[in-house]
Structure formats: C-alpha cells, structure tokens
C-alpha cells in the first residue's frame, strides 16, 4: 500500500493525519500544494480544493476526521474502543475539536483588536469545555485516542498564539495546558512540523501594530 498526504506547511488539518500516521509508524510520503495556485492534478483529487488529501494508492481520501479513522482501522494500535458508547464518546470530542481549529483561524485572521478578543473569549469557551473531560496526560488517559490526533495540532498553535500574543489563553486551565504541554513535547506533533514551521505561523498572523 502506498500513502501520500497531499498538504500545505502550516494546515493543522493536515497535521493530524501526518502525526497519526508518524505516531504508528507508518510510512508515507507528503507533497506540498500551493492553495493560492492550486494546480489541475489537486483539483481533480479534491472535490473541495483543501488539503489534506491522503492517497491510498489511486483512492483519494479528504475530511481530516473521515482521514484520520481509516488510517485508524488499518493500523495498529487502535485510537478507538470497541465498545461502541466509548466509541461514539470519542468520536463526538473529536468532531467537536474542530471548534478549536475554528477558534485557531479566528483569532490569527481577526481585523481588528476588538475581533481578536470576541475570538479569545469564545476559544477559552471551549478550552474550558476540554478542561471538564480531559483525564491526563492525554485527553482519555494513559494511551493516545482518536481526540489526541484530531485537537492536537490545534492545541499546538494555540499554544505558540497564547505565547506570542500574550492572550492568556491557557490560564486557570491546568488540565488543558498540561495536555498540551505533552502534545507539543510528543515526536508525533513536533517532528511533523516544516523546519520554518514557526516563521509561517507567524506570518499569517494579522499584525494589528503593524496595520495601525
């Protein structure tokens, strides 16, 4: 079987597979695409324009989340239960970690200080939420499941945002920072990101002083 993830440096989205896929050992390929000048092969593979796509020989797969189970079910060790309420538990934190990668692009893209803060303000909501749920070090426990991969590179950002920005994100969390304290330290995460991984983060941030 050959895999190859079809990705851009910075897309969190992708960052979940590739970390799956690095976390089980799992040997694959990544292409870069340029999602300003997306090319006619990109297009015909992906019915949305977006990344991440993984090729499963000449099956495409897209939807990260629809992405991250399969490789789940193909390979060992598994980040889901058999019992299907845990299962379904699971799987509902995993879909609602996308409202942490909502929270990531609404506070890098807000334009205005004022949008900034609204955005902070609901992403805590949510950080709370987690901080409810999350067992330790990983969200269900001792062992990576499916919500470790789908938050992760999310947390991960949030992480470099709260340092960079000063937005005191993280505060009176401890759950919630210690889990991403162990995401940010975990092969799977860093070892996934581009070399200047940082320095393109940081450029897509909206520079408020420098607008002003």
Known sequence: MSLELISHPVCPYAHRAAAMLTEKGVPFRTRHVDLTAKPDWFKAISP????????????????????????????PPRALPDEPLERARLRMWSELSNDLMAGLYTIMTAPTPLARQSAVARTRDVLVRFEQVVVGPWFDGADLTLVDFAAGPALLRLQRLDRWLELELFAGLPRVTAWTEAIVRRPAFADTLVPDFDERLRGMVVDHAAAA
């Open 48 to 75: 949305r324009g977006k990344v991440p796509v993984l090729r499963v020989d000449d099956v495409s797969l897209v939807e990260s989340l629809v992405i991250l189970e399969f490789i789940d079910e193909r390979f």
